[in-house]
């Protein structure tokens, strides 16, 4: 059974363009969160999906920040117009029960960088 | 929300000694509290929970304590050792977002 799988692993991009992260949930697991993680501090939430369905964004900026988890395919965090600060690990976690009842699988992340 | 405090943010031990790291959280509804480690450029990975109907857990080397009165929780490590060294995240479940909280992280340091 594979893990969570994110891609890219690494991903540049110069300030106004589109940064597009990727994860694949372990075989199984409806319940998709993402965290963000800026150098030398902790893991901030994010978003928390289901299939189809955006349970809480409570934790994603307002403004060119987006999240989908389609019927088919992975779960993608969108940035738009991306700025410096937006530097960062992403990383993706998932879970076969609800509400982070259990525990949460990790991906290896995807680290951003904005010139 | 939750809200959830680390302390100390950085912890450094002689190998062999033992390292306790604490946490504090404010929802008083939350009842699952996960403790994770991240090794450098790494996943985080759990290696410890508690569910808020016991107030200690063990498993070998690591133990993790939970005071739902006073909303504070502890790891334990004892016998430390070299490939202990790595960040560790404590993290309360907000059980409005359905979410865990992550603490700021502690750097331990295991000096051999």
């Known amino acids: 059974n594979a893990g969570v799988m994110q891609n890219p692993r690494h991903l540049v991009r110069r300030r106004g363009q589109e940064a597009r992260l990727r994860c694949s949930p372990m075989k199984g697991h409806s319940h998709v969160y993402w965290y963000r993680q800026l150098p030398e501090e902790g893991l901030k939430f994010m978003v928390y999906l289901q299939k189809e369905n955006i349970i809480d964004e409570s934790g994603m900026p307002k403004e060119r920040f987006s999240a989908e988890f389609p019927k088919e395919g992975p779960s993608i965090l969108r940035i738009q117009q991306v700025v410096r600060g937006d530097s960062a690990a992403y990383f993706c976690?998932?879970?076969?029960?609800?509400?982070?009842?259990?525990?949460?699988?990790f991906g290896e992340g995807s680290r951003l960088t904005v010139l | 929300g939750e809200n959830v405090e680390q302390h100390p943010s950085t912890l450094s031990v002689q190998e062999g000694d033992s390292a306790v790291i604490k946490c504090t959280y404010s929802?008083?509804?939350?009842?699952?509290f996960p403790w994770y480690k991240q090794e450098l450029g790494k996943r985080p990975q759990l290696i410890i929970d508690?569910?808020?109907?016991?107030g200690e857990k063990k498993d070998q080397r690591i133990a993790v304590t939970l005071n739902k009165t006073a909303k504070h929780f502890s790891l334990h490590i004892t016998e430390t050792q070299p490939e202990d060294s790595a960040v560790y995240f404590c993290a309360a479940l907000d059980t409005g977002r359905r979410a865990l909280t992550f603490g700021s992280g502690t750097r331990l340091q295991v000096q051999p």
């Open positions: 929802d008083s509804a939350s009842n699952y």
């Open positions: 976690a998932s879970s076969p029960v609800p509400g982070s009842a259990g525990e949460l699988f």
């Open positions: 508690i569910r808020s109907n016991v």
